[in-house]
């Protein structure tokens, strides 16, 4: 058998971690298990529905490179389809018109809770002769669930579940104005779509038993489930924005690589012994529904943060010299375009990725190898550069290396060191100005190494600027 997956998201906002989870899982599965992953839009609330949430679903997918097979499917556009199922229910006779009125739907609920029951429909219609329809009332169509016995669901994820089919009432599969439902719509593309397995948050246990129901109403082949737990913040409750729940496009914008991304969700849920560092690679080798928890996956930015760094640090230079370029204001941006300029941020990357957890921090750290002087700093630096005494020491150290020839990292830590000693003002002393003058900051990776990057020339001429 042919495995079959999907992502079904409704364009209503962005596409949320829990989303983008969702997918990963999905896409995984019909990797490792050489089927298709597809990709169905589920646009059926039109009022809601937006073109910029249908873009952001597309483009958080392709940044993350979750690549769906074929053409995504939109779920509105297979409305048609969708009623001629109902059609063929009636004709069946596996559904019904029912006429109640809303007032005689309240009714029934509220009698439903005096009596201590679940609020639901009672079947007034299931078996009464339409003949007896009022001519006021547009009727919704139902299906006739099984009243009596249990239905079962042996979930990959969950194991057996069982519901008594008395807690479950007729479901409405087409509203009064001839719409269908999202619980009738989803079953019918499934199986048009030939998905063998659908791998989905548990939230939607109670939708599978409906769902179920109406395979089993039409003969139709039922696929596979398995419903993993939703994610919690780091406190054990709910996940909600102030625990990170955001759109796949918040963490991009953050500096968050996509395969740390990937490899984080991953791990949110699903385990492979001890292992933490999982590049997608490797996990579509590995994928299995059986490596899937069964208690809900708890967020943690600290080791997403933690996990972007360490593949900050196993990118290539050149690579991060790209990626960084959005993390920049434009006229800087536009220097990485220039060689001399791009040589330079590709040749401090070295030391830079190492100090940083994103890409939005790596271009900060990476700006002054890219900007002229003088270089914009805080008045603090500027005030200890503009004093007698450091710029006394600047004007010594200047001629030392106006003569110096050994221009690499090693050899210029040892010079520097031999003449603050000299001086005995202390190393720490003088390779904060030399760290303020060529970087404008008092942080930045080793200042031997960013003298050997940017070569005697420019490092004299950095030391040389007044400010």
Known sequence: ????????????????????????????FARH??????????DTDRERSTREAVDAIFSGLKWLGLNWDGEAVFQFARAPKHREVVDELLKSGNAYYCYCSQEELA???????????????????RDRDPKLAPVDIKPVVRLKAPAVGKTVLNDLVQGTVITDNNQLDDMILLRSDGTP??????????????????????????????QIQIYQAMSWQTPEFGHIPLIHGPDGAKMSKRHGALGVDAYKAMGML?????????????????????????????FNIEGIGKSPARFDMNKLLSLNAHYLRQTANDQLADEISEFLPKDVSEKLKEAGYRQRAVSGMDGLKQRAKTLLELAEGAKFYLLDAPLPMDSELKSLLNKAESQEILGKLIKLL???GEWNESSLHSMVKEFSEGLEVGLGHVAKLVRA?????NISPSIFEIMQVFGKQETLSRLRTKY
């Open 437 to 441: 003058a060529l970087t404008g900051s």
């Open 33 to 42: 298990m050489g089927g298709k992953f597809l990709l169905r839009i589920e």
């Open 107 to 125: 009714a029934m609920r509220d009698q439903a809770k005096a009596a201590g029951l679940a609020p639901k429909y009672n079947g007034y219609w």
């Open 181 to 210: 439902t999202y619980m009738l719509s989803v079953v019918v593309d499934d199986h048009d779509m030939g998905v063998t397995h659908v791998i989905r948050g548990d939230d939607h246990l109670t939708n599978t038993f409906r």
């Open 1 to 28: 058998m042919s495995i079959i997956t999907r992502f079904a998201p409704s364009p209503t906002g962005f596409l949320h971690i829990g989303g983008a989870r969702t997918a990963l899982f999905n896409w995984l």
């Open 258 to 286: 996509p395969q740390a991304m990937c490899n984080y969700l991953l791990r949110l849920g699903w385990a492979h012994g001890d292992d933490e560092i999982i590049p997608t690679e490797q996990a579509v080798q590995w």
């Open 402 to 404: 106006e003569s110096f």
